[in-house]
């Protein structure tokens, strides 16, 4: 039988084929990568000797000999380092997962099937918004405002959900350091969620991905988690604090409700080396690596807001993270960013177009993604330069660049009318 004469008796719900991969581009500011020189290659190597030289006999055994909950040392390392989100917990508490991408998997399939209804950020990481529509349940897109989630509006939709006989499961919410827009939600709001939780009757999902990587808020307060674990399901990452390319993430919950997800584990065990050398390398060297690694991105994400503010101008606008690997930047509303997106891909920029980071895609047609972790200081500020020659060749903006105004303004009438060129 033909290749083509297999696919066609692929289920009907397997996903779209993937594109082949064909390199990276140039300037990359899309997805979640890291940044290269933060990567402590030296140390990483010691660790790796030093825990297989001591304990690699233990790779004849499923689990390292040490349960379904991962390498026990990596997991005494967790509890820790989650004392520092104000979490109490034993190493019994967590659960290693494949990354979180494997984390967010297990929790929205032990809670939600088809039909339930989950709010979310308005904004937010778009793996989930696709997971989630794979699983065809009913998303909500809670607004945002500078402070993370807007408590008042999220109460109004609950109220209204709950009236409607459509109660909402699950709040899924990035509160310290959010992807995209780089807010963090106060101790106020927090509490609010947590008393909402209670009343309304659905679980918070904390996804901490980004709360090692914090250099310009001062109080940053402690997780839901530790404040709730009753009704709170947490994970977070190494990929933002160490490497994505190892696939080592975190999990943890009440036992009632972890044991569910363990069981749901069913892929004998994530990958036993990763797990022993973030354990071996972190154990001596947590503090000093996030040092290092929050003062490269501090520093990046100045050459980037310098490049764009040169670049752009006025015409844009963004709030400055305290802390992540993105910037969240917003165009004039007349503007569809996804109208720049294959003209800058031929130059090699590359970006991530908000509608593919929004509940409600259209709502973010004028936002965009910018990832500031992985290029040089250097590609930065050159890709920022040519973003802007090719949105102001595309759509006529900026019509002031590094404080010159551009010599012949393209700019179509209906823009001056204030309508919106995007939809000719
Ligand atoms: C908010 C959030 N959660 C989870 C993940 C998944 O990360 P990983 O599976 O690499 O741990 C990401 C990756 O970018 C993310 O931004």
New binding site residues.
């Given amino acids: 039988m033909s290749s083509s004469g297999l696919a066609k008796l692929v289920t009907a719900k397997s996903p779209a084929p993937t594109q082949r991969f064909t390199g990276l581009p140039k300037y990359n500011f899309v ?2 990568h890291n940044a290269p020189e933060g990567i402590p290659v030296l140390e990483l190597t010691a660790a790796a000797n030093s825990v297989l030289q001591r304990e690699g006999h233990l790779l004849a055994l499923y689990n390292l000999s040490h349960g379904p909950l991962g390498y026990q040392p990596l997991r005494e390392f967790v509890a820790g380092k989650l004392a520092g989100r104000g979490i109490s917990c034993t190493s019994d508490d967590i659960l290693i ?8 998997n297990l929790v929205f399939s032990l809670f939600l099937e088809q039909g339930s209804t989950i709010v979310v950020e308005e904004f ?2 778009s ?2 918004l696709n997971r989630l529509r794979n699983q065809e349940v009913e998303i909500i897109g809670a607004p945002l405002t500078e402070h993370g989630i807007d408590i008042v509006r999220l109460e109004e939709l609950l109220e209204a959900q709950h009236k409607k006989g459509r109660p909402v499961r699950m709040v899924y919410t ?1 509160p310290t350091i ?2 995209p827009t780089g807010t963090i939600m106060p101790m106020e709001s927090r509490e609010r969620l947590v008393a909402l939780a209670r009343q309304y009757n659905f679980v918070i999902f904390e ?1 901490e ?2 709360a090692d990587l914090i250099w310009a808020a001062d109080g940053v307060p402690p997780s839901i988690y530790s404040m709730a674990p009753d009704v709170t399901v947490h ?6 604090t160490l490497g ?1 390319a190892l ?3 975190y999990a943890i919950a009440e036992w009632s409700i972890l044991s569910r997800i363990v069981a749901l584990k069913n892929d004998a065990g994530s990958g036993a080396i990763d797990q022993m050398v973030v354990a071996e390398y972190f154990s001596h060297h947590f503090s000093n690596h996030l040092v290092r690694l929050t003062g490269i991105l501090d520093e990046k994400l100045k050459v980037m807001s310098e490049a764009i503010d040169a670049a752009f101008g006025s015409g844009v606008s963004y709030h400055v993270p305290p802390g992540g690997i993105f910037l969240w930047l917003k165009f004039p509303d007349y503007i569809d960013v996804r109208k720049l997106t294959a003209p800058a891909l031929a130059a090699g920029v590359a970006f991530n177009p908000g509608p593919e980071w929004s509940a409600n895609g259209e709502a973010a047609r004028s936002w965009m993604r910018l990832c500031f972790a992985l290029p040089s200081k250097e590609i930065i500020a050159e890709g920022i330069r040519k973003l802007s020659e090719i949105c102001y060749a595309e759509i006529g903006f900026p019509e002031i660049s590094g404080n010159r105004v551009r010599s012949q303004s393209r700019l179509p009438e209906s823009k001056m009318n204030g309508d919106d060129i995007t939809a000719r």
């Fill in positions: 997805g979640g997962t494949s990354g979180s991408t494997q984390g967010l937010t990481y793996s989930v990035i959010q992807n996804d991905c980004y994970i977070g990452s190494f990929s933002k994505p696939r080592v993430g």
